[in-house]
Each structure stands twice: as structure tokens, then as C-alpha cells.
């Protein structure tokens, strides 16, 4: 099975700080990885799919990088709805793995 | 819009079985697949496993064979997840999503709103 390592677990941030999640795969994965936001006591709702792509819908200020085994997920600015746990998940093969999850908490 | 709607919480003893339903609307229930994820209480994700509404085509995780099942029923728009000899550990709010594709990219697009199953003698 392909292991996801998220890092760090958890962040502490401001309003309108600038925020770099990291996943890193056991193995090259390419570019199947995927991103998701969940907040407590609701389902997880897609960020960025394919590495780098911009699920509709989702705010401008999330993006996505990196190939092989090293994965970035950036909010430019932070705002207060972004306060919530991230997964990384990758889909290159099953089992399908997702990452620990980071927790994004005020400072 | 589409909308996965979920059966509700079920509690059950250490080595019965549980079924949870997921219904879908908003979409042709065939284009895409239903994939089952799991969160234990206060933990992460686990991927589950997925079926094809379309042909029935299926894979599991290996650690779930032998005790899951998924089936979809295509006149309901409605899929299934068995979860048989529940133990302790399996205690966990079960998600239905909808797994899309973006040429050999998959993911999963839409959530069901999960159903918590809790497993306690």
C-alpha cells in the first residue's frame, strides 16, 4: 500500500497569514493526488484534484503543486471558513490512501 | 445539483452485520461510481472500496474481504455497503461519495452527509 505522511499535523495561523500544507507519497504517484477540506462534523468537500487542479467552485486562494512523491497545498490568505482539517489522498492505485490530515487551528 | 442522501446512525453488537444505504438524485446514477470511506471516531480517512452502478464492476480494500459488500440498486438510485462480523474497531462514520474522473484521474466529487455506526455489546 502507498503510505501518505501530511506535515505538519497540525498549524497555528492568523487571518490572512499564507499557509503550505506538504504530502509526501511512499512511492511516485505522478500527479494522483487529491486535496479535501473537512470541518468538524461534516463530510469532506474536494479542494484540488489531479495535483494542481481547482475543483469548481472552490476559492481562487487554494491552489496545488507538485508531481512524484512530494505534494504542496497552499491558501494564499487565510480566511476565517478556512479553519478546518486538510487530507492529501492519493488515486494511482488501491487501496486509495489518504494522508493523516493537518489540522488548521487560530492563532 | 447532486445529492447523496444516507441512511441514519445504526447501533449493533460485536458480530452482527450493518447495511447502510445511499441514495442518490440530481444525476444519471450510472455515470459515476459510489465509493465507501470510513472515519473512525476522532481519526482519519480509509478508503473502503467502489462499485460501478453502470456494470457492477467492484474492488475492495484488501483488509475489508470477506466482510464487506457493495451492491447498488439502479431502479432506486440507491447504494449499498454491508459491513458483516462487525468488531469494536469498525465503530466509525461510513461516507458514500461519488467518484469522478478527469481523464485517468480519479476523486471523489460528492459526499454523502455519513452515517455513524457504533459497535458495543
Known sequence: DIQMTQSPSSLSASVGDRVTITCRASQSITSYLNWYQQK??????????????????????????????DFTLTISSLQPEDFATYYCQQSYS?????????????? | QV??????AEVKKPGASVKVSCTASGYTFTTYGISWVRQAPGQGLEWMGWISPYNGNKNYAQKLQGRVTMTTDTSTSTAYMELRSLRSDDTAVYYCATLHTSGPFE???????????????
Request: glycine share 16%; no cysteine; proline share 8%.
Open chain 1, 40 to 69: 468538524p462534523g461534516k463530510a469532506p468537500n474536494l479542494l484540488i484534484y489531479a495535483a494542481s487542479s481547482l475543483q469548481s467552485g472552490v476559492p481562487s486562494r487554494f491552489s496545488g503543486s507538485g508531481s512524484g512523491p
Open chain 1, 94 to 107: 488501491t487501496p486509495w490512501t489518504f494522508g493523516q490530515g493537518t489540522k488548521v487551528e487560530i492563532k
Open chain 2, 3 to 8: 445529492q447523496l442522501v444516507q441512511s441514519g
Open chain 2, 107 to 121: 476523486y471523489f466529487q460528492n459526499w454523502g452527509q455519513g452515517t455513524l455506526v457504533t459497535v458495543s455489546s
